[in-house]
């Protein structure tokens, strides 16, 4: 699993948010994703990695600007995870 946090210049609302969302969710397949205007930045969940090229080219054609994009491994943290040493 990956987790790919990307800062985004140009979210200034929740739609906003929405929209980032629901073009990342139309064009990759990903497990989860959510975006903050605030924080501006949205962070993907997905079985493999992304291209960085690829996520820039979508988002940004929507009319954000993709300022970064960082992919790191990502392990589903659970109730069950709090037991293991």
């Known amino acids: ?24 969710r139309t064009n990759f397949d990903v497990k989860s994703v ?10 993907i969940i997905a079985e493999n990695d992304i291209s960085e090229a690829d996520l820039k080219n979508v988002i940004e054609r929507t009319g954000y600007k993709v300022l970064s994009v960082r992919s790191e491994d990502y392990k589903k943290k659970g109730f069950l995870g709090l037991f293991k040493k």
């Open 34 to 43: 959510k975006s903050s205007h605030l924080k501006n930045e949205t962070e």
């Open 1 to 24: 699993m990956k987790k790919i946090t990307m800062k985004i210049d140009g979210m200034k609302c929740g739609m906003c948010e929405t929209h980032v969302n629901n073009c990342v």
